[in-house]
């Protein structure tokens, strides 16, 4: 099963396959061998507005600006070392997904797929039970609510609706859409900078942070079967979560990073006529060219800088602004943790509300739900864009016969799916409320997590040329992050019985 | 004189903006209009002169466009002035008295920590504000249309980088 053909001179610059016989491979796994092209040039300079900025933006979700900030009034600054390593985890994971996206152009399940088929599977039937539910949308909605009155089941129902006919008509609508949020995430990064500047204190910062290098604090109260399992969640909620590390390898290769530049791209329904046949496998570089091997490593400090700058900075810079707002109301408003430890949890989102009016009067507790709804609708479109994303991408390459509906239909077909079963759900389903939904969501997401580790460690070690190869620190955070988040899944069912509180 | 102002603007206008954020963060704290517009004068305007000054650097070339990290060090070293003019000033102008801060080192430390969240928001704005600006004045200003010039080659690297992804697969027109 281990690779063993090392990959020669390229045999083409013009993407048109030579014969077979003439054409050199990566033979990796048991899989179609990948056929040898040049490797693009990396980004010229080291820039802040690439298009990986505008995913990242969707990424700071509801852990960030909801969950930790939640954590943080029950159990004081100090559980923010878990948080600290969530997030690290998952710069590191997000540096070694971009390793095999960019060496081969595959996406993370092909990978997978490369060291044993069933694994793919796996993650295929996982995404389907994790991400059916609508549960970031619901959690928006309902601060939407708490602000219009509209119904949050009528507001979600039609934001569903509105985000699949974006992605089917998206080659019109998209760099619209992509111009007016980034606008929207820019002016919301510069006033959450404001307010901070305004309303916060050196000393909170001081216990924001030294409450991050807490290693070891875990209160009592944390260790019970109503939180823990929340605890769990919320470090799969750090940063990207789930399998969005999985599909920002799909997310790369649209962009055209690395070899993804010469695997075409994947277009909404509207304009699905026009695709292009999507190559049946991915493609190497040669890793024993000094040059290609120069390019690489400008590839590599491209998307580092993207891993600690993006994910890690803005991740911490959110959680902790968004953390110093909320202990300042907690110190005004002592009730506060009393009104999440009575167990009602639409109570949680009131009283982020209540700690943004107490800091700044009853409009910025409005602002703080309307920034609840906004990140809901956003995280909306970033995590079904991606499902679609992802199904279509293993169902084409592995289901026998969708080849011939082509990706954009196969994707268009998840997407619709995924939108009409969450409607059904939020009108009829067991669904009892948005946060119980989220809960569900952020449990399950632990698995895929640890699951996702094991994967990356077989895949880059087993799959890639040795020249590309993680090193040895990298392999044991690795193998860390994957005992990390399935040790602490396995102790919550042991430990409790439970799987979320 | 006109011609560096008008590379300033973008910045200058970002950095107003913040100052009218605060503004209205006062507005809804309960303080009068009288005093809100205190507040968003005595920080915006330190705001928009620093912000206009890295407008200015851009355009003489001594910052590159778009990079961060220039970007981050000029706030690091700007901002927490700039928060501080604020405090001192709206005391003065409000209470007749300089609003020193008590803790004036963890008031520049603090600010100094924020100033790298806000230099992240004010690039992403500037950048997109500034080449349809300079695009607007560049006719009647040869530094605004050299700068100009210079976003254009920018945008032509990213564009030709697609492009020759896409003269591989010429049926492609692309969605993102």
Same mark, same amino acid.
């Given at each position: 099963m281990d690779s063993s053909n090392a990959p020669a001179a390229s045999s083409s610059e013009s993407g048109v396959t030579p014969p077979p016989s003439a054409e050199r491979v990566w033979q990796a796994g048991r899989l179609e061998p990948m056929p040898i092209r040049k490797l693009p040039d990396a980004p010229p300079s080291i820039h802040l507005?690439? /298009?990986?900025v505008f995913l990242v933006a969707l990424g700071v979700g509801m852990g960030e600006s909801y969950m930790w900030p939640r954590l943080v009034l029950l159990f004081g600054p100090e559980i923010r070392w878990l948080f600290l390593i969530g997030v690290t985890l998952q710069a590191v994971v997000m540096l070694e997904m971009a390793r095999y996206a960019m060496a081969t152009g595959e996406s993370i399940f092909f990978g997978a797929a490369r060291v044993f088929k069933p694994i793919m599977w796996f993650f295929f039937v996982v995404a389907i039970l994790v991400y059916i539910w609508p549960g970031h949308l619901s959690a928006g909605a309902a601060a939407l609510e708490r602000i219009t009155g509209i119904p949050w089941v009528v507001s979600a129902c039609v934001g569903l609706v509105l985000v699949g006919l974006l992605f089917s008509m998206a080659k019109v609508i998209y760099p619209l859409l992509e111009n007016v949020l980034a606008l929207l995430i820019g002016l919301l990064v510069v006033s959450t900078s404001i307010v901070a500047a305004m309303v916060g204190q050196w000393s909170d910062v001081v216990s924001t942070i030294t409450g991050m290098f807490h290693f070891g604090y875990f209160p009592e109260q944390a260790m019970s079967p109503a939180w823990f399992p929340i605890i769990v969640g919320s470090i799969a909620f750090a940063g990207p979560s789930g399998m969005q590390q999985m599909w920002y390898t799909l997310h790369l290769r649209d962009s055209g990073a690395g070899m993804g530049a010469h695997i075409p791209k994947v277009r909404g329904l509207r304009h699905a006529g026009e695709e292009e046949e999507m190559p049946s496998r991915g493609f190497m570089f040669d890793t024993d060219d000094a040059d290609e091997m120069k390019k690489w490593k400008g590839w590599r400090r491209w998307v580092t800088f993207d891993a600690l700058l993006l994910f890690w900075g803005i991740t911490m810079l959110v959680t902790i602004s968004f953390t110093v707002l909320a202990q300042a109301a907690s110190r005004q408003s002592p009730d506060v943790k009393g009104l999440i430890e009575s167990?009602?949890?639409e109570a949680a989102l009131n009283a982020m509300s209540d700690a943004f009016a107490s800091a700044g009067g009853p409009v910025l507790g409005g602002v703080f739900l309307g920034f609840i709804a906004l990140i809901g609708l956003n995280a909306t479109l970033g995590l079904f864009d991606s499902f679609s994303r992802g199904q279509s991408d293993m169902a084409y390459h592995?289901? /026998?016969?969708?080849?011939?509906?082509?990706v954009s239909k196969l994707y268009a077909g998840f997407l619709w799916g995924v939108i009409l079963f969450g409607i059904a759900i939020l009108l009829?389903? /067991?669904?009892?409320?948005p946060g119980a939904i989220l809960d569900v969501l952020a449990f399950l997401s632990t698995f895929a997590m640890g699951a996702y580790c094991v994967v990356l460690l077989l895949v880059n070690n087993r799959m890639l040329p040795k020249p590309i190869r993680p090193k040895l620190v990298t392999n044991l955070v690795i193998g860390f992050g994957a005992v990390f988040y399935l040790g602490m899944l396995i102790f919550s069912l042991v430990k409790f019985g439970v799987v979320v509180g | 004189m006109r011609r560096l102002g008008e590379l300033a603007v973008p910045g200058a206008v970002v950095g107003m903006a913040a100052g009218f954020v605060a503004g209205g963060l006062a507005l809804v704290v309960g303080q009068p209009p009288g005093w809100a517009m205190v507040t968003a004068l005595t920080f915006g305007v330190p705001l928009a002169l620093l912000g206009g000054l890295y407008g200015v650097l851009v355009g003489s070339g001594k910052v590159r466009i778009g990079v961060f990290a220039p970007a981050a060090l000029f706030w690091f070293v700007g901002f927490p002035p700039a928060r501080l003019a604020h405090e001192v000033l709206s005391g003065l102008v409000? @209470? @007749?008295?300089? @609003?020193?801060?008590?803790d004036l080192v963890g008031f520049l430390a603090y600010q100094a920590m924020v100033s790298l969240g806000w230099a992240i928001g004010f690039l992403w704005l500037h950048e997109r504000i500034a080449p349809g600006w300079l695009r607007r004045v560049r006719a009647g200003n040869p530094r605004a249309a050299e700068l100009f010039e210079r976003y254009v080659v920018h945008a032509a690297a990213l564009a030709e980088a697609r492009e020759r992804r896409r003269s591989r697969h010429p049926s492609r027109a692309g969605r993102t």
């Open positions: 507005l690439g /298009p990986t167990g009602e949890r592995f289901v /026998p016969g969708a080849k011939k509906f082509g009829w389903g /067991p669904a009892d409320g | 409000l @209470g @007749g008295v300089a @609003g020193w801060p008590s």
